[in-house]
């Protein structure tokens, strides 16, 4: 923690005080190079950082930040946008990882990583996944680094490996409390198996990134199409009262789980070896709907243990105006009532998050081909200048 009276902190320097990072859900080449980034870890407002294919995309092709890079790597070998792109993250990653070193030992590899994600296309294969996470942390080739794999069942299956290997994960796109389960289970067992092989799991470290805002997204357009149907009053009540709550009250039970599991017999043997509990991560926290707060989903999940990665505007946002306070175990009954309700309705919470798991790898995969897209026109404009 910093040496600042928490009187005078503001609401992201509190997070710590109740046992939540945050992480920037952002990653580009100026924040880094203009020394932004470091300011705000100096500052103590964020413990890590996290990207994905629709971030790079932004970053690449919505500015200049690589043109000088792209042209540097194109004239020194002739690449394809993927090796390009690959060459172009890496070096992004490195000096993040290298920016947040000092957190990764200070918080004894508690926090400090940083993000890089598997291409989107192999979510279902889990020997390519294996192969391109192997790659990609011997590229980058920095402790820090968490290996972003989606928690697919192919995925699931990786994601065991990895962890039996010694290489940290991200699971993403999480939105189910069965996969969550099944996903802290395979964690188990790859510290089962890494420390049977003699590894220090004190060494190994995962997030199980639980998206928030899409969940409430989706449940409150199917509460729309039946309110414009329903004409029974008590439905309509019934209803409107689920409105904006299903994701928070979800994310409150999938807490609940981990709390029981950091309880059990099997992780306590694992702990006693110093392992690292997998914490929940709170991704897509930026709020949606205009009719609700835009620090909505960081003030009502903040508790022991956990993760909240901020995209830049809600970050500003909950600096500026949020409020840091102990929620994430408050109302957990009240929780349960939600999820109950929602099924009283008619609205079945699996379908939704199947349903948004396929939806996520779609768009990563539409962002990864955007992305390719933007690389190869700045490609094709740095050869069109050297001839």
Same mark, same amino acid.
């Given at each position: ?218 449940? *409150?357009? +199917?509460?729309? %199409?039946? @309110?414009?149907?329903?004409? !029974?009053?008590?439905?309509?009540? #019934?209803? =409107? ?112 998050? *199947?349903? +948004?798991?396929? %939806?996520? @790898?779609?768009?990563?995969? !539409?962002?990864?081909?955007?992305? #390719?897209? =933007? ?13």
């Amino acid at each position: 923690m910093l040496n600042i009276p928490t009187t005078q902190m503001n609401s992201l320097q509190l997070l710590p005080t109740y046992g939540q990072s945050a992480w920037l859900d952002y990653i580009r080449r100026s924040s880094i190079t203009s020394g932004e980034l470091q300011q705000m870890v100096t500052a103590g407002e964020i413990w890590g950082v996290t990207s994905n294919p629709a971030i790079f995309e932004k970053a690449i092709a919505g500015s200049t930040d690589y043109d000088d890079a792209i042209q540097a790597l194109e004239t020194e070998h002739d690449r394809d946008a993927i090796d390009l792109y690959e060459q172009l993250a890496i070096a992004d990653i490195q000096a993040t990882a290298d920016i947040l070193a000092p957190i990764y030992a200070k918080t004894d590899r508690r926090d400090g990583y940083v993000s890089l994600e598997v291409a989107p296309y192999l979510a279902n294969d889990t020997e390519q996944t294996l192969q391109e996470a192997r790659r990609l942390w011997q590229a980058v080739d920095r402790p820090n680094l968490m290996v972003k794999v989606p928690a697919t069942d192919a995925g699931i299956l990786a994601i065991e490996q990895l962890i039996s290997e010694g290489i940290n994960v991200n699971v993403t796109l999480l939105f189910s409390q069965a996969a969550y389960d099944r996903v802290a289970t395979a964690y188990i067992s790859g510290l089962e198996k890494y420390a049977d092989a003699g590894g220090d799991v004190s060494r190994v470290a995962s997030v199980a990134s639980f998206f928030i805002s899409r969940i409430d997204t989706a449940i *409150d357009n +199917l509460i729309t %199409e039946q @309110l414009k149907t329903t004409t !029974d009053r008590k439905q309509q009540d #019934l209803l =409107a009262s689920l409105s904006g709550r299903v994701a928070i009250a979800n994310a409150k039970l999938a807490y609940e789980y981990y709390q029981n599991l950091c309880q059990s017999g099997r992780w306590q043997r694992l702990a006693a070896y110093g392992a690292q509990s997998q914490r929940l991560l709170w991704a897509s926290t930026g709020t949606k709907n205009p009719h609700q707060s835009e620090v909505l989903y960081v003030e009502e999940l903040i508790g022991a243990d956990t993760v909240d990665t901020i995209p830049p505007a809600t970050l500003a946002a909950f600096r500026d105006r949020g409020t840091a306070s102990a929620t994430l175990t408050k109302d957990v009954q009240i929780a349960r009532e939600v999820l109950s309700n929602l099924a009283l309705v008619g609205i079945s919470l699996s379908d939704v998050t *199947d349903r +948004l798991l396929q %939806e996520g @790898l779609q768009l990563f995969s !539409d962002a990864f081909d955007r992305l #390719l897209g =933007a690389v190869e026109q700045k490609r094709q404009a740095v050869l069109s200048k050297v001839k």
